[in-house]
Nanobody, 115 residues
Framework: QVRLKESGGGLVQAGESLTLSCAAT????????MGWYRQAPGKQRELVGD???????LLAESVKDRFTVSRDNAAKTVTLQMNNLKPEDTAVYYC?????????WGQGTQVTVSS
């Protein structure tokens, strides 16, 4: 079992930046993929960006020019740097770790962007 602890959400104005961090704990083995999803009210959860254990990065088209995602395999952390935030980025952001065929989720952290 792996636990994911997220931090860094909050309320910002449009154009500002936020950094989300997620740490995997209580797990001593390699994690295949770590990344971030988000879910806005009334919408489905969607991928924001993730990183494979080999370093391959996948970012959603809607954020690829503004967000970066990175991970530290040794520390078992994944970071989402969000720049030039827009009101449509408002959502609950969830950290996800995939190990073999299993997925684990954090509790979510709220990001609110005011116009």
């Amino acid at each position: 079992q792996v636990r994911l602890k997220e931090s860094g959400g909050g309320l910002v104005q449009a154009g500002e930046s936020l950094t989300l961090s997620c740490a995997a704990t209580e797990y001593d083995f390699d994690i295949d993929v770590m990344g971030w999803y988000r879910q806005a009210p009334g919408k489905q959860r969607e991928l924001v960006g993730d990183v494979g254990d080999g370093g391959k990065v996948l970012l959603a088209e809607s954020v690829k020019d503004r967000f970066t995602v990175s991970r530290d395999n040794a520390a078992k952390t994944v970071t989402l740097q969000m720049n030039n935030l827009k009101p449509e980025d408002t959502a609950v952001y969830y950290c996800k770790a995939r190990i073999a065929l299993r997925s684990f989720w954090g509790q979510g952290t709220q990001v609110t962007v005011s116009s």
